[in-house]
């Protein structure tokens, strides 16, 4: 609806399906409150990624790992980093790909629009020239067998032939709209017109659904049928068809959960239904890129989401248990905390503090009378709650207290200290909490007069606490760059710095102590330590793979801990390094979920209901720990190119031919 103002008058112009839209609006207004601000993360590829064509027809997971992209421009092969396109010059029928499907030996077969079926092994294609027709609907066996539609007909491959395959004489004249194989019944299932849904399997026919209002999709293994006289979707469970999903109304109801994720369309409004769940939710932002109605045209589950192919290319939706807010709904997030209401409090660096009840997102007005005071929103890290339920907030001005009732403002104004606190601590065990700071360690005491003491780093007065730990003895351990092992009961400190001799070029400026004791330290200038506590030594981890600066450590649970550096989450199977001494990690990042780029220091915090906020320059993240998949499957590699050479992926061996009178050549691999 569009209107506009003028001399205090309203004009509206012409509205077209008024109610229609009006409802719309308001479900709108209504359910996106419901789940405002929990996106699902998206990987968008166009034609700028190397996509050959927006308009994404197919989309088919092969033998190998490899996701195959069928488009109204050819085909294209992604490896999860890039893409291989290949077109009629190549050796394609046609450029509009129809179906993509992989027979028994391991070769692709690609059904073209208009020219038919070609064969695949990755160096060459070979075409069946079966002339020009209407192909559509590829199916292949376990045995092997191809077989298509030409012209509605039920076609199979035999040898270089196509050859009609005639129906029962009660169909003899339907014509065939869709073919599928469905593996686990080892039969195909066509869609006759007029007819319904028809089983063949050897040389028998039966007919299992006699709807013509149904219609069958394929997504990869399974199959899905539409009845769009009742409104229902349903999937074969032990022999019978089953509802699943329900759409009478603008709410879908789901009825069984699926094994894998799905996406659908319900008043143009896309929603995702992740796999063995029995809640469809909205996607939420940039669902506009997956496309409107018929445009989402092809859909792939994967372990950790789904592909999704239309109009405007190809989106993998991750759904391993990471959402995020986007920046327009938090603005620049550099501390979380949970109030003892169990609402998420969202400290932003310049912005005023945001509440997340579970539903919406709303500021926080309750301190805004303190603002005279703190002269500006200058938030940092690690606010905390403590022990009786206060909330204390990191700021250029000192620290913010909330105990319940009022919110004040604790700086202890002094001649020599600078009031900015980076970051907070609580010790519960002394009733303490820590203030990491310029020059200094406070040590403030949590009740009133909230008393306190200051322990000065001493031979490093301009060092910024960046990070503060407790050990299991109670000793503290603080970063500034270098590092203070400071003992609150025998009032001894203990440095550690490049210049002392005892600590190597690092720049420490995050701590994370684990279940076992040991002490490990991200580093400004690249990588991760580990104290040695028997030596008294700082030991690097990994140091040809963690390399760039690490902002935060922290642990994910109790098994594993979470590493964030520049532009990736490292999850560290930490029980697994401690049993055996192997090291197993696992990446996200934008391609497999988490959304955000250079996580912040410390920016970290665990919620009591299980979930890992996690800061960073771009989105504030939320993950669910019990989602992740964090197995570690070895690489599978493939010889992919000699020299110029395109290598087939079928071949019985791995010995190539070196050409006479070349003593080098360049060989290319692919793992996956």
């Given at each position: 609806m569009i209107c506009s103002c003028e001399n205090k008058r309203v004009f509206f112009g012409k509205i077209y399906n008024s109610l229609r839209f009006i409802l719309l609006g308001l479900f709108y207004l209504f359910f996106t409150e419901l789940l405002y601000a929990q996106h699902f993360p998206m990987r968008h590829y166009t034609t700028y990624d190397g996509l050959s064509q927006m308009q994404v027809t197919y989309l088919y997971k092969d033998s190998r790992g490899y996701l195959w992209i069928g488009t109204k421009y050819g085909l294209n092969k992604f490896n999860g980093e890039s893409f291989t396109s290949y077109q009629v010059e190549d050796g394609l029928p046609s450029r509009i790909i129809k179906s993509i499907g992989e027979d028994n030996k391991g070769y692709l077969w690609v059904l073209c629009e208009a020219f038919g079926l070609a064969r695949f092994d990755g160096q060459r294609f070979q075409k069946y020239h079966h002339g020009r027709g209407d192909f559509s609907s590829l199916a292949i066996d376990a045995k092997g067998a191809v077989f298509c539609l030409k012209d509605h007909q039920l076609c199979h491959i035999v040898g270089d032939s196509l050859v009609t395959i005639a129906l029962p004489n009660e169909w003899k004249n339907k014509p065939v709209e869709s073919l599928f194989y469905e593996k686990k019944s080892e039969s195909f299932l066509l869609w006759l017109r007029d007819v319904g849904l028809v089983r063949w399997k050897g040389d028998t026919w039966h007919l299992i659904t006699p709807k013509p209002s149904y219609r069958t999709i394929q997504i990869q293994d399974h199959l899905l049928h539409q009845d769009y006289q009742t409104h229902h979707w349903f999937v074969e469970v032990e022999g019978s068809m089953q509802p699943f999903l329900e759409l009478k109304g603008n709410i879908p109801k789901v009825l069984r959960a699926l094994p894998f994720a799905w996406t659908f369309v319900v008043n143009e409004i896309p929603y995702i239904l992740e796999k063995n769940s029995l809640i469809?939710?909205?996607?939420?932002?940039?669902?506009?890129?997956?496309?409107?109605?018929?445009?989402?045209?092809?859909?792939?589950?994967?372990?950790?989401?789904?592909?999704?192919?239309?109009?405007?290319?190809?989106?993998?939706?991750?759904?391993?248990?990471?959402r995020y807010f986007s920046q327009k709904e938090v603005p620049r997030a550099w501390g979380v905390v949970e109030d003892k209401e169990g609402n998420i409090l969202i400290q932003n660096w310049l912005h005023p503090i945001q509440k997340w009840d579970g539903k919406t997102i709303s500021t926080l007005h309750d301190y805004q009378y303190l603002i005279p005071v703190l002269k500006e929103e200058s938030w940092y890290f690690k606010p905390q709650r403590d022990q009786l339920g206060h909330l204390w907030f990191s700021h250029t001005r000192g620290i913010m207290h909330y105990d319940g009732n009022k919110y004040q403002l604790l700086n202890y104004p002094t001649q020599t200290e600078d009031p900015l606190t980076f970051c907070l601590k609580e010790d519960p065990a002394r009733h303490l909490m820590l203030q990491g700071a310029q020059g200094y360690l406070g040590m403030i005491e949590n009740r009133p007069p909230y008393k306190r003491t200051v322990i000065p780093t001493t031979e490093y007065p301009e060092a910024n606490i960046l990070s503060i730990e407790i050990a299991a003895d109670g000793t503290y351990w603080l970063a500034w760059g270098g590092l203070t092992h400071y003992n609150p009961d025998t009032k001894t400190i203990k440095n550690y710095a490049r210049s002392k001799g005892n600590l190597p070029k690092m720049g420490a400026q995050t701590l994370h102590i684990d279940p076992k004791g040991t002490l490990w330290v991200g580093a400004d200038l690249g990588g991760v330590y580990r104290y040695d506590a028997k030596k008294d030594q700082f030991v690097r981890f990994l140091p040809h793979f963690l390399t760039r600066p690490v902002n935060f450590i922290d642990k994910l649970d109790s098994d594993h801990l979470l590493i964030g550096d520049m532009s990736n989450l490292y999850v560290f199977d930490l029980k697994r390094y401690y049993a055996t001494g192997q090291v197993r990690i696992k990446s996200f990042n934008h391609r497999n979920g988490f959304m955000g780029i250079e996580p912040f220091q410390n920016g970290s915090y665990h919620d009591s209901k299980g979930f890992v906020w996690v800061m960073s320059s771009t989105v504030l993240s939320r993950i669910d720990p019990r989602l992740l998949?964090?197995?570690?499957?070895?690489?599978?590699?493939?010889?992919?190119?000699?020299?110029?050479l395109n290598l087939p992926f079928v071949a019985t061996d791995s010995i190539w031919t070196i050409p006479y009178g070349k003593n080098t050549v360049r060989v290319a691999f692919e793992a996956q």
């Open positions: 469809a939710q909205t996607i939420g932002e940039n669902s506009e890129l997956l496309g409107e109605g018929e445009a989402m045209t092809t859909q792939l589950p994967d372990e950790n989401g789904v592909w999704i192919g239309g109009e405007k290319g190809l989106t993998f939706l991750a759904t391993n248990g990471m998949d964090l197995k570690t499957d070895s690489l599978r590699v493939f010889t992919t190119r000699l020299d110029t």
